[in-house]
């Protein structure tokens, strides 16, 4: 289906069925029960949780061990610490697709519901600004919105914080998915700017997106803001690396 295609629909959908008439997790048309999902998802997703008493203290990462083998070639101008709430897996990976591909922004309030009670944990000295990871402007004729900006949008809602596009995306970096970690940060080398570097200086950021994996775009964005003076950069998003995947 084109994007435009897709994006009248998830519209149209909105308005047809303001209650939510399916289950974001699984597609399940009686799954109106629980708002936005049906309750088997909303049991699935609290599985999906990260414990974060077992998580690494510097990418939020699920530990098996004592050791996180996620985060040990994250750069030290990069990130300071980062978290997220859920486990991308099965209704996370399903939630964060209707938001991002298929329009439905509103599910931003709900993921910033469960992100802001990280925030405190990550940044117990406060934070002066929430800072979305920025889309390239090619990509946003296409979908519309930034995903990230809607997320930080409502956390910001949630928290108090001022949200402040404070970057930019120059390069249209392709599907990072498909590429290793070596290749992911090679790729997004230039691929972001800073608007007014004088708006991070003596800062602490929060930066949020849908998903951190291997954390080379936050800790580009990071590397970009502390560059420019910014005391700490924080990282948050709703989903990364799956439970009991490490
Ligand atoms: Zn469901
Ligand atoms: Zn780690």
């Known amino acids: ?9 998830a519209s149209a959908m909105e308005l047809v069925y303001p209650e939510f008439a399916n289950c974001m997790g699984c597609a399940e048309p009686s799954g109106t029960d629980v708002r936005w999902l049906c309750g088997e998802c909303l049991a699935k997703l609290e599985e999906c949780r990260i414990d974060r008493d077992r998580a690494c203290p510097r990418c939020g990462a699920p530990l098996k061990g004592d050791i996180c083998v996620r985060c ?8 300071n ?22 329009g439905v922004y509103r599910l931003g309030s709900f993921m910033a519901t469960d992100m802001a009670r990280l925030v405190k944990e990550l940044c117990p ?9 920025p889309m390239h402007p090619a990509r946003m004729r296409e979908r519309g919105k930034n995903h990230a900006q809607v997320i930080a949008a409502a956390l910001s809602g949630e928290t108090g914080i001022p949200c402040e596009e404070m970057l930019v995306r120059i390069k249209n970096t392709r599907q990072q998915a498909k590429l290793t970690g070596e ?21 602490k950021i929060l930066l949020v997106d849908d998903v951190i994996t291997t954390g080379s775009t936050v800790n580009e964005c ?14 948050c998003a709703f989903a990364g690396e799956a ?3 490490l």
């Open 1 to 9: 289906m084109k994007p435009f295609l897709s994006r009248l629909g």
């Open 72 to 79: 040990g070639d994250w750069p030290r101008d990069g990130v």
């Open 81 to 102: 610490r980062a978290a997220y709430a859920f486990g991308y897996q099965p209704p996370v990976d399903n939630i964060i697709r209707n938001m991002k591909y298929r």
């Open 125 to 133: 000295d406060g934070i002066d600004r929430i800072v979305p990871v």
């Open 183 to 203: 290749e992911r940060r090679e790729a997004l080398k230039g691929a972001f700017g800073i608007r007014e570097p004088s708006e991070a200086s003596g800062k």
């Open 222 to 235: 990071a590397r970009l803001l502390r560059g420019a003076g910014a005391m700490r950069v924080y990282a």
């Open 243 to 245: 439970k009991g995947g």
